[in-house]
């Protein structure tokens, strides 16, 4: 098949081209930064990396060396860090760029347009999390996520492509940003120094890297071949849902540290949980869900860093 991938070098972005390509897929990879996709992402006879900023994504069709394209799927988009979740402006461009990237799908004769959207759709929910659980989003980032999956799904029904959002949950790997809550306490305990950390009661959900993608990938071979699906909403996580805590002890043994782990050191304003339900993507993955257990993916981690 044939994908466009924007978002290329993004954490998700550079692991999905990786598996894309490793199972004969071409790629068109859009990124904004040459040098970090040559730095990032493989030379491959399958793939072809194309610069351009998402305020140029109407360029596309005029650069790339083949059309007629079956899954686009779109992970660009700026500010999901701490500091721009809330700055309306740049997630309101958000959802501009990310419309013209659905018209440029819509170009390329795009059977299938896929979005990345978030947990942060949800807001603070208590319970079991479903696909059609109700969203009440706390910051401008889960609205403009929200609003942009409201738009591409009425988009792509008006013009006879299929439309996938997937609700991405907590995701983690080798290659993960320093200050996520898995790299960091990683890097900390194996050097034996203290964890500052909140109470860590929350029930939570982690999904390795590499079971995301696959779920991504899986759930576009679904849409593509079921006659009868038009769009759909699909949560991205695993069937591990314990307590917090649960997690960060069992980083604690896998690096055999000596670290202090300080609970209740921070006080969040407000405590995210996440209690998925995977039916629905399991139904549609043939029961695929996971090939790493959580120890498994902090093996991996630790042994990337070491």
């Given at each position: ?42 030379k ?24 007629n394209?079956d ?28 419309m013209?990237?659905l018209?440029m ?5 795009c ?31 889960g ?30 790997g ?11 306490s ?45 769009s ?62 959580f ?12």
């Open positions: 098949m044939k994908f466009v991938v924007t978002g290329c070098t993004s954490f998700i972005g550079k692991n999905l081209v990786n598996l894309l390509l490793n199972q004969s897929h071409q790629v068109i990879a859009v990124c904004r930064d040459m040098e970090k996709a040559r730095h990032l992402l493989p491959h006879f399958n793939l072809e990396v194309i610069c351009l900023d998402m305020n140029e994504i109407h360029c596309l069709a005029y650069k790339m060396s083949f059309t394209i899954v686009f799927i779109h992970l660009a988009w700026s500010g999901g860090g701490h500091e721009g979740r809330n700055d309306k402006e740049l997630q309101m461009k958000n959802v501009e760029q990310s013209e990237a018209f799908a819509k170009i390329l004769n059977k299938l347009f896929v979005e990345a959207g978030s947990q942060a759709e949800y807001g603070l929910i208590k319970g079991v999390l479903k696909p059609e659980t109700p969203c009440h989003p706390e910051n401008e980032y609205k403009a996520k929200l609003e942009f999956g409201v738009k591409a799904e009425l988009f792509c029904k008006n013009v006879g492509m299929k439309y996938l959002h997937l609700r991405i949950l907590s995701i983690y080798e290659g993960d940003k320093d200050w996520t809550l898995i790299i960091s990683i890097n900390k305990m194996l050097h034996n120094e203290d964890v500052p950390l909140s109470l860590c009661l929350q029930t939570w959900n982690y999904v390795y890297i590499g079971d995301a993608v696959k779920q991504i990938l899986l759930l576009c071979k679904y849409a593509l071949n079921n006659k009868s699906f038009e759909g909403i699909f949560l991205i996580g695993s069937k591990d849902t314990r307590p917090l805590h649960c997690f960060i002890e069992e980083i604690y043994t896998l690096t055999r540290s000596q670290s202090r782990l300080l609970y209740g050191h921070y006080k969040p304003l407000n405590v995210v949980e996440l209690n998925p339900d995977m039916s629905k993507t399991e139904m549609a993955t043939n029961g695929f869900i996971s090939d790493y257990t120890a498994d993916g902090i093996r991996t981690i630790i042994r990337s860093i070491n």
